[in-house]
C-alpha cells in the first residue's frame, strides 16, 4: 500500500480573482450583448488544482509571484483556508492585479486572462531547495517557465530538479507554446492536455504528438476528453480509454483542474491507472455541477457519493479515502 502522507508536492503557478458574467450567448466580433455580473470567486489554473489536492488531505505548498496589495492577500488567504503553504509567494511591487474574466455561454465557459507581463521570477536558495525537495511540482509552461535561481532558469532549472528527484507533472491545457516552451517538454513526468491541445501539439511536434511526447522521455500523456472522458497514453502500453459522465453542467471553469490534481492524488493512493483515471473523471464530472472553479474541491468521500449514487461499486475506490 502506498503512502501518501510522506509525498511533499509543489504547485507552481496562478491564483486570481475570476471576474463571473453570464451571456446568453458567445457573441461575434463587433457585436455588443447584454451580460450578468455574477459573484467574483477566486481562481486561477494551478490554485484551483491545489485546492482541490488539498481538500484530500495532503499537504501541499504553492508559489507564484503577485504585487503585495489587498486583493493578493485576500487570495493568498484563500490558498491557506483551503489548507496550502503560501512560505514561498514572490512579492513584486511591479505586477498588475491578478485577475481573469470569465464569460459563461452556450454550456461552456469562455476564459480571458490578462497578462501579468512576467518573464522572469527570481526566486531565493530556500525555496530552490524546497523545489528540490518536492517529490512533485504541478505547474504548467506559462508559470515554471520564467523562474529563476541564480544561473539556473528555463530547462536547466528543470533539469536540475529533475535530477534531484522531482518529478514535474504539467496541465498544458490547450498547449499553446510560448517561445522556448516546446524545449522544456523532455523535463517532464506526466503532461495533461484537453483536446484542442491534443491537437496543437500535434501542430507543434508534428505527425503523432503521444509518441513524440513519449520520445522526449514523458511518461505520460493523458488527454481529457469532457463529457466524453479521457485517454490515458503511457510508453510501452496498450492506450486507455475511461468514459466519462453524463451530468447537467453548471460551470465547467474548474473541471480540468480538477481532473488533473485529482489524478495526482489518485496516483499517490494507487499504481492502478485505470483506477485513479476513472476516480479523476467523476471528480471532474461532480465539480461541473457546482459553482466556482473550486467546486471540485470536496474531498474524496463526496467524488464516491457522486459515484455511488450513480450506480458504481465503490469498493476499489475505497483506497482514494484513507486521507480522510
Not at 450583448?33 to 482541490?52: D, E, R, S, T, W
Not at 518573464?119 to 506559462?142: C, G, H, K, M, Q
Not at 541564480?150 to 498544458?172: F, M, R, V
Not at 466556482?292 to 474541491?297: I, N
Request: net charge negative.
Amino acid at each position: 500500500m502506498k503512502t501518501v502522507s510522506h509525498e511533499r508536492v509543489f504547485f507552481v503557478g496562478d491564483v486570481a480573482t475570476d471576474e463571473y458574467y453570464q451571456a446568453p450567448y458567445f457573441p461575434s466580433i463587433k457585436e455588443k450583448i447584454i451580460v450578468h455580473a455574477l459573484k467574483p470567486q477566486m481562481g486561477g489554473m494551478i490554485a484551483n488544482a491545489a485546492c482541490v489536492f488539498a481538500s484530500y488531505g495532503v499537504p501541499a505548498q504553492f508559489m507564484t509571484a503577485l504585487k503585495p496589495s489587498e486583493n493578493s492577500r485576500n487570495l493568498c488567504a484563500g490558498l491557506e483556508r483551503a489548507g496550502l503553504d503560501t512560505t514561498h509567494m514572490v512579492w513584486d511591487e511591479s505586477l498588475p492585479e491578478s485577475k481573469t474574466i470569465v464569460i459563461l455561454a452556450e454550456d461552456e465557459h469562455t476564459v480571458f486572462i490578462p497578462t501579468m507581463g512576467i518573464t522572469r521570477i527570481d526566486i531565493p536558495a530556500e525555496t530552490l531547495e524546497a523545489l528540490r525537495d518536492a517529490d512533485y511540482v504541478y505547474s504548467n509552461f506559462w508559470e515554471i517557465a520564467p523562474l529563476a535561481a541564480g544561473d539556473l532558469s528555463g530547462l536547466d532549472l528543470l533539469l536540475d530538479l529533475k535530477a534531484h528527484g522531482t518529478k514535474i507533472w504539467c496541465d498544458l491545457d490547450v498547449a499553446e507554446l510560448g517561445p522556448g516552451h516546446q524545449r522544456l517538454l523532455s523535463a517532464l513526468d506526466v503532461v495533461f492536455v484537453n483536446e484542442v491541445g491534443e491537437k496543437n501539439l500535434a501542430n507543434h511536434l508534428g505527425g503523432d504528438p503521444i509518441t513524440a511526447l513519449h520520445e522526449l522521455g514523458v511518461r505520460m500523456v493523458v488527454v481529457t476528453r469532457a463529457e466524453q472522458g479521457a485517454s490515458v497514453y503511457m510508453a510501452n502500453h496498450v492506450p486507455l480509454e475511461v468514459e466519462g459522465w453524463p451530468v447537467e453542467v453548471v460551470d465547467v471553469t474548474g473541471a480540468g483542474d480538477t481532473f488533473c490534481s485529482s489524478f495526482l492524488y489518485a496516483n499517490l493512493c494507487s499504481d492502478d491507472i485505470e483506477l485513479c483515471a476513472r476516480f479523476a473523471n467523476a471528480a471532474a464530472a461532480r465539480a461541473v455541477c457546482g459553482m466556482g472553479p473550486r467546486s471540485g474541491a470536496v474531498g474524496a468521500a463526496s467524488v464516491l457519493d457522486f459515484m455511488s449514487q450513480r450506480g458504481v461499486d465503490i469498493t476499489p475506490f475505497q483506497v482514494f479515502l484513507r486521507n480522510e
